[in-house]
């Protein structure tokens, strides 16, 4: 399996960005797709996952609200959609996938892959 994340770049704050998250090598609906993310000196931690279906999504609690997690089983892919973002949101961003059997959850622990990451910049 592999994962490509794309869509970072330079934001305002309070603009909006999209990341998308490409999925190859497997079969894409065996698998929970989540997004998390490190700021430089931090440690990684969640941001968002949704299940095979696509129907539910759980959020951090930072991300409620204002980012949104959805994925496109027909072309393999996952999105998050961010908005409002503020210069606390710049990190690297990874897309990650766990076998939906499994039950991943918010720890990292529960991804067996992961994208490359893709960096957001939130200029104030």
């Known amino acids: 399996v592999q994962l490509q994340a794309s869509g970072g770049g330079l934001v305002q704050t309070g603009g909006s960005l999209r990341l998308s998250c490409a999925f190859s090598?497997?079969?894409?609906?065996?698998?929970?797709m989540a997004w998390f993310r490190q700021a430089p000196g931090k440690e990684r931690e969640y941001v968002a996952r949704v299940n095979v279906y696509g129907n539910n999504q759980y959020y951090a609690r930072f991300a409620e609200g204002r980012f949104t997690i959805s994925r496109d089983n027909a072309k393999n892919t996952v999105y998050l959609q961010m908005g409002n973002v503020t210069p606390e949101d710049t990190a690297v961003y990874y897309c990650a996938a766990g076998l939906h059997w499994s039950s991943p959850t918010a720890s990292a622990r529960g991804y067996q892959y992961w994208g490359q990451g893709t960096l957001v910049t939130v200029s104030s």
């Open positions: 090598g497997g079969t894409f609906s065996d698998y929970d």
